[in-house]
Structures are given as C-alpha cells and as structure tokens.
C-alpha cells in the first residue's frame, strides 16, 4: 500500500515505523516542513514543503503557533498537485492541532484516502465534554483512525474515544559491545530546554562524583533554537566540560544512525525531564536492555517495568531520582528479558494491521 506521513519533520520516534512497513512491502513517503541535521534519511528522503505565501503572513502577525510551525502550511495548489500524483490509500497525519495537518485532512476526505492520525495523548484518560465532542465531530465527518503509543491506565472513571487504537513504539536492536567497568556510564538524551532538566541530572552527578562514585554522563543533546543555546551556554558556565578527563560530556546534534556509539557505552538511561509526551530514547534504551530511570510524567514510562527494566521517580524529586541511581549502581542491574518485544518489528506491525483492519475493513 502507499502511505504517506505529514508531521512538521521526520522525527526519530517515526524510523522504526517506517523501516517496518517499508520491510512488509509497502511504499512510504513523508511530507514536512521543517528538517534537522539529525535526522535519518537513510530509509526515506522527506519532501520538504516551502511554506505558503499566505502561511508566512499569518507566522509573521500572530506567531508560529508554537514548536515546530503549527500554524505552518505549504501553497496549497502545489500540494494538491503533489498529493493528487501520489495518489495515497492511507494518510498518517500529525495529530490535529497544526494547520499542515488539517489541510491533509480535508484533502484525504476529497481524494477518499484513508486517514490515521497519530497524537501522543493517552489512549485511557478523562476527558471532558469539548474535547469528546469535537472529536466526535471529527470521526462523524472523516471517519479516522486515532493511534497513540500511550496506552494509559485502564481504570475507572478513565474512558476510551470511539476510533482509538494502541500502536507502541519499537526501537532497534544494536549489537553492543560489552562495557568496561572503569566507569559506570550514563546516558541522557534531550534538547537544552528547561522542562529537560539537564542541569538538574548534571548537578546530581556532580554530588555523586563528589561523594566516591566511578559514574560518567554523557548528555546527548539538539541545539538549535535562541533557548537551547541559552541553556547550553548556561550550563557550559556553570561547569567545566573542557577538561580531558572530565566525566561530563555533551555532544550535540549527533546523527540518528550514530546513536548506537552512545548506547554501547551505557549502564543506565536517564530521562529526568518534566511532561516528556512520549520519550522514544527510553524505548531504544529498553529494547537494548539498558535499564531505564525517568519521570513519571513521560508518556514512555508505562513501558518500564519498575523493579525489573527501570524505576520511575516522581517529576522533579531529584532527591529520588539519586537515590534510584544509587540502588542501581549498588544491585549492578542488568535487563535481560527474554519476552522483550520492544525490538521485534512484528510487535508493531500486529498492531498496525489490527488498527487497519478494524477501522477501514482492509488487510494489509
């Protein structure tokens, strides 16, 4: 089947998606906006739209919208054009709030094309009465498939929206080398954003190399926008990361495809950021058996096991977050679960073609 991805730019979270679907013989392509150095063109090559005249205006009176373009759109005759060529049977669209998205949505319900539309909202939540019923409007009008990689909690007082479907997250299997133990190595991974808490994770691991303990950091990071530089040059000044033999190090912007040099160094993930939606480097560190410490406000803790491949701390007790750090030093803990799905392709793709079937009635 052709199928064809519109989000704001190919986001890692997207690869093994991709490379799934691409391995079961269907034909991908992604449109976007916006593209960064980081990304991995080596399976698919975005066609990146210019913004419209018209977009432009509109960004430059009342504002971008947000992260990643949201009130962005490309001329809208030459997408017609491009999508009218491509003739699509499925559309996976970006979640609803980005103009991009909704101009995908009409278009798709003209051209009678299939639509997805992956958000990273809780499957079970509360949800009050405007959201229910716009969405309600929206499946009454476009009839779509709503996918997200987060589950939630299936409790009471916790509901579930009509045309909703789990579809997680999956992450490649590296073949790590064995690490030597001079060091217990670290790993975080995240933009110089506040809600990160990079500095945070790094005064924590300040303490402990204070206090004894043979622990490194390495904190692989995206620096691109006037904020991520500000709190890059922040923590640049605070600490020293010239040193040669300095245990902290940032390394930005690094490549996709080269983040498996960081995992085969790695003990311990750490992600300590605040409202993380749906962490994809917490995925890729438990699929390769590395242990897992984040908050339990990231969407992706659900996919720990606490005890068994990770714990998880409440948002912002640092406090905890050191001592889980501690405990797993102390235990040498090591994942090794023979039932992880989290790197086998089919795991996605059952649920894929489940969501498929069940809402368009189409086996793929």
Same mark, same amino acid.
């Given at each position: 089947?052709?199928?064809l991805?519109?989000? @704001?730019?190919?986001?890692t979270? !997207?690869?093994?998606?991709?490379?799934?679907?691409?391995?079961? %013989?269907?034909?991908?392509?992604?449109?976007?906006?916006?593209?960064?150095?980081?990304?991995?063109?080596?399976?698919?090559?975005? /066609?990146?739209?210019?913004?419209?005249?018209?977009?432009?205006?509109?960004?430059?009176?009342? $504002?971008?919208?947000?992260? #990643?373009?949201?009130?962005g759109? *490309?001329?809208?005759?030459?997408?017609?054009?491009?999508?009218?060529?491509l003739?699509?049977? +499925? +559309?996976? &669209?970006?979640?609803?709030?980005?103009?991009?998205? &909704?101009?995908?949505?009409?278009?798709?319900?003209? !051209?009678n094309?299939?639509?997805?539309v =992956?958000?990273?909202?809780?499957? =079970? #939540?509360?949800?009050?009465?405007?959201?229910?019923?716009?969405?309600?409007?929206?499946?009454?009008?476009? #009839?779509?498939?709503?996918?997200?990689?987060?589950?939630?909690?299936?409790?009471?007082?916790?509901n579930?929206?009509?045309n909703? =479907?789990?579809?997680?997250? /999956?992450?490649?299997k =590296?073949?790590?080398?064995?690490?030597?133990?001079?060091?217990?190595?670290?790993?975080?991974?995240?933009?110089?954003?506040?809600?990160?808490?990079?500095?945070?994770?790094?005064?924590?691991?300040?303490?402990?190399?204070?206090? $004894?303990?043979?622990?490194?950091?390495?904190?692989?990071?995206?620096v691109f926008? *006037?904020?991520?530089?500000?709190?890059?040059?922040?923590?640049?000044? %605070?600490?020293?990361?010239?040193?040669k033999?300095?245990?902290?190090?940032?390394?930005?912007?690094? @490549?996709?495809?080269? +983040?498996?040099?960081?995992?085969?160094?790695?003990?311990l993930f750490?992600?300590?950021?605040?409202?993380?939606?749906?962490?994809?480097?917490?995925?890729?560190?438990?699929?390769?058996?590395?242990?897992? /410490?984040?908050?339990?406000?990231? $969407?992706?803790?659900?996919? /720990?096991?606490?005890?068994?491949?990770?714990?998880?701390?409440?948002?912002r007790?640092?406090?905890?977050?050191?001592?889980?750090?501690?405990?797993? !030093?102390?235990?040498?803990?090591?994942?090794?679960?023979?039932?992880?799905?989290?790197?086998?392709?089919?795991?996605?793709?059952?649920?894929?073609?489940?969501?498929?079937? #069940?809402?368009?009635?189409?086996?793929?």
């Amino acid at each position: 089947m052709r199928i064809l991805f519109i989000a @704001p730019r190919f986001h890692t979270n !997207m690869v093994e998606w991709i490379r799934t679907l691409q391995e079961n %013989k269907h034909e991908i392509f992604m449109s976007t906006l916006l593209s960064h150095e980081t990304e991995d063109h080596s399976l698919i090559t975005p /066609i990146k739209f210019k913004l419209s005249i018209f977009s432009k205006i509109i960004n430059f009176i009342f $504002g971008d919208g947000g992260q #990643n373009l949201k009130r962005g759109f *490309p001329e809208i005759i030459i997408f017609i054009k491009y999508f009218k060529k491509l003739n699509p049977e +499925i +559309i996976i &669209i970006r979640d609803l709030s980005r103009w991009f998205s &909704i101009l995908a949505l009409f278009l798709s319900k003209f !051209m009678n094309t299939k639509i997805v539309v =992956y958000s990273q909202n809780k499957i =079970y #939540n509360k949800f009050n009465f405007r959201r229910k019923l716009l969405h309600n409007i929206v499946c009454i009008l476009f #009839n779509p498939a709503f996918i997200s990689p987060i589950k939630g909690m299936e409790s009471e007082g916790l509901n579930k929206l009509k045309n909703t =479907y789990y579809v997680p997250f /999956i992450a490649k299997k =590296y073949n790590l080398k064995k690490n030597d133990k001079k060091y217990f190595r670290i790993l975080t991974i995240g933009k110089f954003t506040k809600r990160k808490n990079l500095i945070e994770l790094i005064e924590i691991i300040e303490e402990l190399i204070n206090e $004894g303990k043979n622990v490194k950091l390495d904190i692989v990071s995206e620096v691109f926008t *006037p904020e991520h530089f500000e709190n890059l040059n922040k923590a640049l000044v %605070k600490y020293d990361f010239s040193e040669k033999d300095s245990r902290l190090r940032i390394y930005i912007n690094i @490549p996709h495809k080269n +983040i498996n040099n960081f995992y085969n160094k790695t003990d311990l993930f750490i992600l300590p950021a605040t409202a993380e939606p749906a962490s994809i480097s917490v995925i890729e560190a438990l699929a390769n058996d590395i242990p897992v /410490i984040c908050s339990s406000t990231c $969407g992706t803790c659900e996919y /720990i096991i606490p005890g068994k491949s990770g714990l998880i701390f409440k948002d912002r007790d640092f406090f905890e977050m050191k001592r889980q750090i501690k405990l797993i !030093m102390k235990q040498d803990y090591v994942y090794n679960d023979k039932k992880n799905f989290l790197n086998k392709d089919e795991y996605f793709y059952n649920f894929f073609s489940k969501m498929i079937k #069940n809402q368009f009635d189409i086996q793929i």
